[in-house]
């Protein structure tokens, strides 16, 4: 089972809430919500308080990537805002399994977010603690980068992991997804993908904004797969 979540950090923010209904009305699955420090990353996004003012707009999972440092004082704050999923990168947390069992204890399922250069041992002794693997297919920070390919090595590695494991854990890749290369991404693993500008671009110009046509494609190609 495919899932397709849109990155809202490629929405319209002046009319955010319409976006997100628009675009779970257009048959996406996931909120993807990007949550950006100007510390761990080059870059200042948005918070609790929007998650929360976003929160009685839709029942889509929110899918919350945290990319702020330190991780744990902001990890409750989300949670009371509604989020379902937090992920976040191993190199932001001092103690990676506490923060792995702060998400949990706060009712969430929580994701471990791989850079394009974050080794996969990370992984040796809290694979069986996640629910969620984040394979990051860009630098992050920013939306509209073009995929690193590399990412798909990754991935079949770790699909491979998690295969053997035997639990089920969710596999989604973050960065540069387009219709020309979901299917070739979801045969090295991926099950969930996020896609920012593709989704959010390709609906700008219609009014109201509206991306059941973006998804339908992305969909018909992993229907290929
Ligand atoms: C990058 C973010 C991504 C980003 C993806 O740091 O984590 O979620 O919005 O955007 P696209 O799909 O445009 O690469
Ligand atoms: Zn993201």
Redesign the pocket.
């Known amino acids: 089972m495919y899932r397709i979540a849109p990155?809202i950090?490629?929405a319209n923010f002046a009319k955010l809430g319409e976006e997100i209904t628009n675009v779970i009305d257009s048959g996406a699955d996931i909120i993807?919500f990007?949550v950006?420090d100007n510390h761990y990353?080059p870059n200042l996004t948005i918070g609790p308080l929007v998650c929360e003012a976003i929160r009685p707009l839709t029942d889509a999972v929110i899918d919350v990537?945290l990319?702020v440092e330190p991780v744990d004082r902001i990890v409750p704050d989300f949670a009371k805002a509604g989020a379902n999923i937090i992920s976040f990168h191993p190199e932001a947390s001092r103690h990676i399994d506490r923060t792995i069992g702060l998400i949990k204890d706060q009712g969430c399922l929580a994701g471990l977010v791989f850079n394009p250069a974050t080794p996969l041992h990370y992984l040796d002794h809290v694979l069986d603690k996640l629910d969620l693997i984040l394979i990051?297919s860009?630098n992050?920070?920013?939306?509209?980068?073009a995929f690193i390919p590399e990412a798909l090595n990754k991935l079949r590695a770790v699909r491979k992991r998690i295969d053997e494991s035997g639990r089920s854990i969710m596999l989604e890749i973050?960065?540069?997804?387009k219709v020309d290369n979901i299917a070739e991404i979801a045969r090295a693993g991926a099950d969930t993908f996020?896609?920012?500008?593709?989704i959010y671009g390709a609906g700008k110009d219609s009014d109201p904004h509206r991306y059941d046509t973006i998804v339908s494609a992305l969909r018909a190609e992993l229907s290929k797969v």
């Open positions: 990155s950090l490629s993807h990007d950006m990353v990537h990319m990051m860009v992050p920070g920013f939306g509209g980068q973050d960065g540069g997804v996020v896609a920012g500008s593709a």
